[in-house]
């Protein structure tokens, strides 16, 4: 079955950089676009960027552009979430979210991983 | 604030049928991009509910159906039962943001 397992979370000083991992398995990565969602605590989902199949396109919400990175590592069945200069406002559960297709940014997100917690905090 | 506007609460009785909207706008909903919708029960991660004009994924009861009007859509759900109890987000794409946009959510208590 598909699985989508997030890693990389914890507390980070503001403008601090961490790097998240997203590892999938039951199903062939390397066909698929993934996105990152996060939800900061008590509030609504943000979508944050999607990588299409072969890495060749990414997408970015105005509020990350610049300081977040999305790559894939189909070899290893891995997305990753670079995170540069980050603020209190960046504090959030982030998830990883297997695309409907290979290359399409405007379709819908099927499975869904659980999560890992990002805090910004001094 | 959101591109796409949800009610931030909605509630109804076991077995009654209660609506959910998202409103969006011409860039959005009324360019034509597909709405989907999603259930997140508290503690967990989102779950696909419904995809495009009338989709839903295996498992997924036909107790939950969608519409879509011009710029806005809606959830129903009908025979509510306990387990429905959960937050409720929709999704498009907004061409002039050219990103992937989520509304603000609605909680739904089941009385």
């Known amino acids: 079955q598909v699985q989508l397992v997030e890693s990389g979370g914890g507390v980070v000083q503001p403008g601090g950089s961490l790097r998240l991992s997203c590892v999938a398995s039951?199903?062939?990565?390397?066909?698929?676009?993934m996105h990152w969602v996060r939800q900061a605590p008590g509030k609504g989902l943000e979508w944050v960027a999607v990588?299409?199949?072969?890495?060749?396109?990414?997408y970015y919400a105005d509020s990350v552009k610049g300081r977040l990175t999305i790559s894939r590592d189909n070899s290893k069945n891995t997305l990753y979430l670079e995170m540069n200069s980050l603020t209190a406002e960046d504090t959030a559960i982030y998830y990883c979210?297997?695309?409907?297709?290979?290359?399409?940014?405007?379709?819908?997100?099927?499975?869904w991983g659980q999560g890992t917690l990002v805090t910004v905090s001094s | 604030q959101s591109v796409l506007t949800q009610p931030p609460s909605v509630s109804g009785a076991p077995g009654q049928r209660v609506t959910i909207s998202c409103t969006g706008s011409?860039?959005?909903?009324?360019?034509?991009?597909?709405v989907h919708w999603y259930q997140q029960v508290p503690g967990s991660a989102p779950k696909l509910l419904t995809y495009g004009p009338s989709n839903r994924p295996s498992g997924v009861p036909e107790r939950f159906s969608v519409s879509k009007s011009d710029t806005s859509a809606s959830l129903a759900i009908t025979g509510l039962q306990a387990e429905d109890e959960a937050d409720y987000f929709c999704?498009?794409?907004?061409?002039?943001?050219?990103?992937?946009?989520f509304g603000g959510g609605t909680k739904l208590t089941v009385l």
């Open positions: 990588i299409w199949y072969d890495g060749n396109n990414e």
């Open positions: 999704q498009s794409y907004d061409s002039s943001l050219s990103a992937s946009m």
């Open positions: 011409s860039s959005n909903i009324g360019a034509g991009y597909d």
């Open positions: 979210a297997r695309a409907q297709a290979g290359q399409d940014s405007t379709g819908y997100l099927d499975y």
């Open positions: 039951g199903f062939s990565f390397r066909g698929y676009g």
